[in-house]
T-cell receptor
């Protein structure tokens, strides 16, 4: 079983739409959680950490449900520049495991 | 955010030769560095984790004698792909973290093509 599972998408949405991604992880002892963004042929860049209480950064909201072992990312008012692959990342005992990524295409 | 520099950004080598990739943390001390491999349209696969001054821990299925990792200082780790073959062609990315932060920061990646 994979450490982290994500729907690969793609999610094709119009500008201004709200879109949500989910991700599940297998190890209940995982310590920390992140969303990274990866543009085509580039390295991943940290988008935001995910806290148990949920956290928001502008148009982005991340939530963690430890009981169900899933993480979510909500993007409001999508912009064309949000088009990318979003990677769910889980830290297990100092090892970072990545989901396969969810591709988002925001269209005019 | 913290800066991680990876070099070279791309390399083409002949089958059977060895290639060294460097990963440097420029403005922080990287107590732990990670090496990943990413094939087209696939996720990043963790290859190994290294802590400064100690031997790297390899993930299952990764040959430690083929992918030599050295983490000799708190700012530098190297990955050497020995006796490279075409199937080793991939995007290799390093990341680093410091003890004070929970997240990891990534190098720009190295696109390796073995011909």
């Amino acid at each position: 079983r994979k450490e982290v599972e994500q729907d690969p998408g793609p999610f094709n949405v119009p500008e201004g739409a709200t879109v949500a991604f989910n991700c599940t992880y297998s190890n209940s002892a995982s310590q920390s959680f992140f969303w990274y963004r990866q543009d085509c042929r580039k390295e991943p860049k940290l988008l935001m950490s995910v806290y148990s209480s949920g956290n928001e950064d502008g148009r982005f909201t991340a939530q963690l449900n430890r009981a169900s072992q899933y993480i979510s990312l909500l993007i409001r008012d999508s912009k064309l520049s949000d088009s990318a692959t979003y990677l769910c990342v889980v830290n297990n005992f100092n090892k970072f495991y990545f989901g396969s990524g969810t591709k988002l295409n925001v269209k005019p | 955010g913290a800066v991680v520099s990876q070099h070279p950004s791309w390399v083409i080598c002949k089958s059977g030769t060895s290639v060294k990739i460097e990963c440097r943390s420029l403005d922080f001390q990287a107590t732990t560095m990670f090496w990943y491999r990413q094939f087209p349209k696939q996720s990043l696969m963790l290859m190994a984790t290294s802590n400064e001054g100690s031997k790297a821990t390899y993930e299952q299925g990764v040959e430690k004698d083929k992918f030599l990792i050295n983490h000799a200082s708190l700012t530098l780790s190297t990955l050497t792909v020995t006796s490279a073959h075409p199937e080793d062609s991939s995007f290799y990315i390093c990341s680093a973290r410091t003890g004070g932060k929970s997240e990891a920061f990534f190098g720009q990646g190295t696109r390796l093509t073995v011909v």
